[in-house]
């Protein structure tokens, strides 16, 4: 399954299948991005982060690609399972501005089993 | 190791009192942030602190919000008065440091609701 980001903020996928979260960022000067995952009644925990002079970057079963062209970041999630449920926030770093971290709205993510 | 510890987890005020947030952050973390999340919204940074002092507050508040780290360990960020529309989930963060990468470990957050 895949989402737009601030313009469908739900996404609902079966659990096994891959999601992919995307995120417009606002800034073409931004040089760092962190994807976070907020489970209900938590704080926003890390998942994963890149730099502006990487255009992916993979971990656990997670990878984050960066189009800088369109200002583009998108999250994927592989063998989607039931605990992967929660919001999913892109952040970017603003260089210019006492490297502030500005999060986007957020996407639900929801797996079926 | 212990994470972010937050008090209290929620509050129920009504506009114009006073409320104030407790934050215990990781042992041996120098940078601490407060940071607003509205309902449906990402957090926004309020305040950040390296050690006792503040390093970025731009987007507080400052007629009606204040917080201080007086001794570089815990943190309490004070409404007053409360309005509306600072209803919102309060959360507290810490980090090593204050670099680019130097991950943020957030606390749980209070739940704030001005009536």
């Known amino acids: 399954g895949e989402s737009v980001g601030l313009h469908l903020p739900t996404l609902s996928v079966q659990e096994g299948d891959n999601s992919i979260i995307n995120c417009a960022y606002s800034?073409?000067?931004?040089?760092?991005f962190i994807w976070y995952k907020q489970e209900s009644g938590k704080g926003p925990q890390f998942i994963i982060d890149i730099r502006s002079n990487m255009d992916k970057r993979q971990g656990q079963r997670v990878t984050v690609l960066l189009n800088k062209t369109v200002k583009h970041l998108s999250l994927q999630i592989a063998a989607t399972q039931p605990g992967d449920s929660a919001v999913y926030f892109c952040?970017?770093?603003?260089?210019?501005?006492?490297?502030?971290?500005?999060f986007g709205a957020g996407t639900r993510l929801t797996v079926k089993p | 190791e212990a994470g972010v510890a937050q008090s209290p987890r929620y509050k129920i005020i009504e506009k114009r009192q006073s409320v104030a947030f407790w934050c215990n952050p990781i042992s041996g973390h120098a940078t601490l942030y407060w940071y607003q999340q509205i309902l449906g919204q990402g957090p926004k940074l309020l305040i950040q602190f390296q050690n006792n002092g503040v390093v970025d507050d731009s987007q507080l508040p400052k007629d009606r919000f204040s917080a201080e780290r007086l001794k570089g360990v815990d943190s309490t960020l004070k409404i007053q008065p409360a309005k509306l529309e600072d209803s919102a989930v309060y959360l507290c963060?810490?980090?090593?440091?204050?670099?680019?990468?130097?991950?943020?470990?957030f606390g749980p957050g209070t739940r704030l609701t001005v009536l």
């Open positions: 952040a970017e770093n603003l260089p210019y501005n006492n490297n502030d971290m500005r």
């Open positions: 963060a810490s980090s090593l440091g204050n670099r680019l990468t130097d991950t943020q470990y």
């Open positions: 800034n073409s000067a931004s040089d760092y």
